[in-house]
């Protein structure tokens, strides 16, 4: 029975030296883990400069628009100081042949003119006030004593 028990125990000795040599023959997978960590900072570095670049598209196009509003609105200030000046010509000069009128007649036809010219220039314009009302979003009232995380807006 000795012999049978030492035979179990020089066996399973063999076993273990067995298993430990081939733990120390198998070396770490250093290659395969820093290869894993490069490929996935590549992976997201290609995906942030993906993001960054459709950010910096979207806010170039963002900044046309608002360069395009603003030119538009600069030309819209230009024609209406242009017709300013041109009611204002045409006042002065309805004016010069008030001044020159003889008869009451010419005078009141003189006022009538300046009041529907005045008139014609102070009614808006069709056409800009259209724009306008396409553009125009409403306003909405946000209360900011609240404690609604949407402060009012209506949910969807």
Partial sequence: RAQIEAAAKLEQARIEADARARMDAKKFPVGAVVGGVVALVVVVAIIMGVVISNHNRELAEKDAQARAIAAQADQQRKEDAAQQKALQDKL???KGEL??????EERAKIRAQMQAA???HAAPSHHASHHTAEKAAPKVHIDSK???PLGGLPGM
């Fill in 92 to 94: 002065d000069a309805l």
């Fill in 99 to 104: 001044d020159q009128a003889k008869t009451d």
């Fill in 118 to 120: 005045a008139a014609a």
């Fill in 146 to 148: 609240s404690n609604d």
